[in-house]
């Protein structure tokens, strides 16, 4: 068994709340929301100037005691900017699940994140080694994705920033068929490394109806989750992002029928007029696992 094997893997993150480091009065609000996630940042949400308060609110508030099952995670800056030693130090704390690293350009930028990840761990009798989430955002990181979430087993998924990688290229903000042809490459690299992939943020918090759109193309593709940037966006990703009553109820029946037609010597066989085989039977399982663990997660709210 590998050392990371026991790397702190993401269960559910429907709903990944963003909070920028530099606002505690925000903390609060976002550990008391319904976010199966929240993203604590150093990056652009602070200015150059606020860095380094960020940093110590962010420390302060890791070191307070504080119960909670949601998925903590700390994007700090880009790994070649002068902030990131500083970044990362922060960030390696026993309440830190996952590092989301921005902007990543190429597979060497996660290796050395796993080398300044592992000496702080070490230092810190951290036992469990920390997660990296691997941001694609920009045309060079699209095309090098697949590398990057291959590059080391601590990437535990890859996540989609449209808004830097479209404004850097001049793609409008609302071009459909980019952001699909985007979306599916993303979804291949990740799937290729066996990792889930998570939807970029939408900016229009007012525009309900425009988020539930672009989660809903997003789970199409296979996507686990969606960046919220408002409170308001919580219930809607947590919503798109569960498999429907409808949904486990089929997989179940699939699942059932899968084992009667193994008993009889089976693997193919018919439910409801449609030929069911094999990754029909494991994409039923993985519906019915993602319920299970919803549930629990739920369950301990
Ligand atoms: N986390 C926790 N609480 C939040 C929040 C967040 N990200 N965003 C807003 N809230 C709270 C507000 O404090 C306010 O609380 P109150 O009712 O107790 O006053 C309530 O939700 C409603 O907020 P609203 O007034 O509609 O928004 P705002 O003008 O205060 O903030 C943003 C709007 C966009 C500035 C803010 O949502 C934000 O900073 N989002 C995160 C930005 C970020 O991290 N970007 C980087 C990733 S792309
Ligand atoms: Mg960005």
């Known amino acids: 068994m590998s050392e990371f094997s026991h790397v702190r893997r993401i269960d559910v993150m429907r709903s990944k709340l963003f909070v920028p480091a530099d606002r505690p009065a925000l903390f609060p609000k976002a550990m008391a929301s319904a976010a199966d996630a929240i993203c604590f940042d150093l990056e652009d949400s602070v200015l150059p100037a606020q860095k380094a308060k960020a940093r110590d609110l962010l420390q302060e508030f890791l070191a ?165 940037i408002h409170p308001s966006q919580i219930a809607a990703a947590n919503r798109m992002f569960s498999p429907s009553p409808e949904e486990i109820a089929a997989a179940m029946c699939c699942v059932d029928a899968a084992r009667s037609a193994a008993a009889e010597g089976a693997a193919a066989f018919a439910l409801d007029g449609c030929m069911i085989d094999l990754p029909l039977v494991r994409r039923a399982e993985h519906i019915i696992d993602v319920a299970a663990k919803i549930r629990l997660l739920e369950q301990s709210d």
């Open 64 to 228: 307070s005691e504080f119960h909670t099952r949601k998925v903590i995670l700390v994007r700090v800056n880009q790994v070649r900017s002068a902030d990131f030693a500083e970044d990362i130090s922060v960030a390696v704390s026993p309440r830190v699940a996952v590092v989301a690293l921005p902007k990543l350009q190429d597979p060497w930028e996660i290796r050395d994140t796993t080398a300044a990840l592992q000496a702080l761990e070490k230092m810190r009798n951290i036992e469990i080694p920390i997660g990296i989430l691997a941001t694609i955002e920009s045309a060079r990181g699209l095309r090098l994705a697949a590398s990057i979430a291959a590059a080391d087993e601590r990437v535990v998924g890859l996540q989609l920033g449209f808004a830097d990688m479209f404004v850097s290229l001049g793609i409008r903000h609302d071009d459909a068929m980019a952001a699909h042809h985007v979306r599916l490459q993303l979804r291949f690299a990740a799937g290729e490394a066996g990792l889930p992939s998570y939807d970029s943020v939408f900016v229009n918090f007012k525009n309900e109806e425009g988020f539930m759109r672009e989660a809903d193309l997003a789970r199409g593709l296979g996507f686990a989750g969606k960046s919220c």
